[in-house]
């Protein structure tokens, strides 16, 4: 069993920063990208950044240059510095990762539970 679980999110003014954090737990072989999706009331769910195993990443147009994801393979923790932050971030921000549980089977993708980021004067 794999549990994904965020935290680092909450209320900051515009303008802030916030770093989130995702650890990865349970019975995991290896973990191919990682990424942050973020959902804001009445939108649909969309990519904020990815980074693939060997360290590659990419960005949402909306928060290139203000976004930084990394990731710490020795914690199996995904991270996400976010600076400079606007209204228009406010979201439910989840993490993913596609996990292989054992040697020889396929990754799957799992799902934090979410954390709330706010970005309000």
């Known amino acids: 069993q794999v549990q994904l679980v965020e935290s680092g999110g909450g209320l900051v003014q515009p303008g802030g920063s916030l770093r989130l954090s995702c650890a990865a737990s349970?019975?995991?072989?290896?973990?191919?990208?990682m990424g942050w999706y973020r959902q804001a009331p009445g939108k649909e769910r969309e990519l904020v950044a990815a980074?693939?195993?060997?360290?590659?990443?990419n960005y949402a147009d909306a928060v290139k240059g203000r976004f930084t994801i990394s990731k710490d393979n020795t914690k199996n923790t995904l991270y996400l510095q976010m600076n400079s932050l606007k209204p228009e971030d406010t979201a439910v921000y989840y993490c993913?990762?596609?996990?292989?549980?054992?040697?020889?089977?396929?990754?799957?993708?799992?799902w934090g539970q979410g954390t709330q980021v706010t970005v309000s004067s």
């Open positions: 993913n990762a596609e996990i292989r549980t054992h040697w020889g089977t396929r990754a799957f993708p799992y």
């Open positions: 980074i693939t195993s060997a360290g590659s990443t």
């Open positions: 349970g019975t995991i072989f290896s973990i191919n990208t």
